[in-house]
């Protein structure tokens, strides 16, 4: 079974800093892209960043500037820098990759349980 564990959620004021990391376990051949995504009340699931085995990135607009993404393929994890953090930034963050679990197997996408982040004063 493939468990990705998030951690580094919580409280911060308007303007700090949040550090999230996702680490993935499990009978893993290959992990292609590993990424965050997020989800506020009463809104649909967005991608905030994402990151490919090779390290190429991509964010969302609102995100660029402020957050950074990067991998360490050798301990299979993701961490999301988060600065200049804003109210709107609140939300549930979930750890999203694409893995492989056989050499001939596709790859299907993998989401942790979320780390909840609120950007408050």
């Known amino acids: 079974q493939v468990q990705l564990m998030e951690s580094g959620g919580g409280l911060v004021q308007p303007g700090g800093s949040l550090k999230l990391s996702c680490a993935a376990s499990g009978s893993i051949v290959s992990i292609a892209t590993m990424g965050w995504y997020r989800q506020a009340p009463g809104k649909e699931r967005e991608l905030v960043a994402r990151?490919?085995?090779?390290?190429?990135?991509n964010y969302a607009d609102s995100m660029k500037g402020r957050f950074t993404i990067s991998r360490d393929n050798a301990k299979r994890t993701v961490s999301l820098q988060m600065n200049s953090l804003k109210p709107e930034d609140t939300a549930v963050y979930y750890c999203n990759a694409r893995i492989q679990l056989a050499p001939t197997s596709r790859f299907d996408d993998y989401w942790g349980r979320g780390t909840q982040v609120t950007v408050s004063s």
């Open positions: 990151i490919t085995s090779g390290g190429s990135t």
